[in-house]
């Protein structure tokens, strides 16, 4: 039988048009929520998904602003800007982009943003938040997973969750929700031997390395849920996940695609993050 479908891009949409009740409310009081995106250099990716996160936010009446520089930028002017926002009232959320060019330390510049306003939930503080099991604001895209999987009512406590990547923006931040969801949860990363056979234990499957088709129908147990976060660029300039649907599909219970999977859904949280970090600004 074949998965079902989790459509990212469905859900997205109802996250969106669910948010829009409380941007009005807030904007009646006179907070109307702002978000501002730092865009560094000329990665065309880069541009795409900042492009896809302002137009998230005008859809909904939350007012976004792109802060432009390019890829020579200096750290000090990028952290003079940071501050600049930081101090700025109409602007509840703030997010940088990323990669950021090679010259620039990311942690400093990420360090730099305030953690009140940190609405990629990227700041140590709000990923010690999140350890200690009481979030603040959480990373974006293993939020929009767990989205999916309640959305989907795949069942997580008691579980095996394994999610392959360990990032600290997607990885261990996903690991650290399923653990508070009472999930049990394996790491994988690439010094990680018996990958296949781990992956195949999982309950709940989340893919988050960035090596497309890696997780072939051999390595997923029947009727398990498996994410793909992978979303990597083949030779031909075609979006590929990490996930070889066609085969996986065939064998778990759900599955998510690439595209109109978790990419939507990390734009939503951002969105929904945002409308927070306002409402938690009047409090
Ligand atoms: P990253 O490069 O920082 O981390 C990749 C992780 O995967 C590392 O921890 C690494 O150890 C692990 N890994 C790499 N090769 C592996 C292998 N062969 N076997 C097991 N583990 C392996 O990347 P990231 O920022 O965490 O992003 C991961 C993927 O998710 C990328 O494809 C990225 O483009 C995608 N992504 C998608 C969204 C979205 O909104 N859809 C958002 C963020 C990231």
Redesign the pocket.
């Known amino acids: 039988m074949a998965a079902r479908l989790i459509d990212g891009k469905a859900l997205a949409a109802q996250v969106r048009a669910q948010l829009k009740p409380a941007v009005e409310a807030l904007a009646a009081r006179g907070a109307r929520p702002g978000l501002a995106a730092i865009l560094a250099g000329d990665d065309p990716a880069s541009h795409v998904y900042v492009r896809n996160k302002v137009r998230a936010c005008d859809e909904i009446g939350v007012r976004s602003e792109l802060h432009q520089f390019g890829a020579d930028v200096s750290e000090a002017a990028l952290l003079e800007r940071i501050a600049g926002l930081n101090r700025d009232p109409a602007v509840h959320g703030i997010l940088v982009q990323l990669p950021l060019p090679a010259h620039l330390d990311g942690e400093r510049v990420l360090a730099a943003v305030s953690p009140a306003k940190d609405v990629d939930g990227f700041h140590a503080e709000n990923l010690g938040l999140l350890t200690r099991g009481t979030p603040r604001f959480v990373a974006c895209?293993p939020a929009g997973v767990l989205r999916m999987l309640d959305h989907a009512g795949v069942p997580l406590a008691g579980r095996h969750a394994v999610v392959?990547?360990?990032?600290s923006?997607?990885?261990k931040p996903m690991a650290l929700l399923l653990l508070q969801r009472d999930a049990t949860v394996t790491i994988?990363?690439?010094k990680?031997s018996r990958?296949a056979e781990l992956a195949r234990q999982a309950d709940v499957l989340v893919a988050?390395?960035?090596?497309p088709l890696?997780v072939g129908a051999v390595m997923v147990k029947p009727g398990a849920c498996v994410i793909d976060?992978?979303?990597?660029r083949t030779a031909d300039g075609k979006l590929s996940g990490d996930v070889d649907f066609a085969t996986v599909r065939t064998v778990a219970g759900w599955i998510s695609p690439v595209p109109g999977g978790?990419?939507p859904m990390?734009v939503a949280m951002l969105v929904e993050n945002t409308v927070r970090a306002t409402e938690l600004s009047l409090a």
Do not use: E, Q
């Open positions: 895209t392959i990547g360990r990032s923006i997607v990885g994988c990363h690439s990680t990958l988050a390395a960035g090596r890696m976060v992978g979303t990597s978790v990419g990390t």
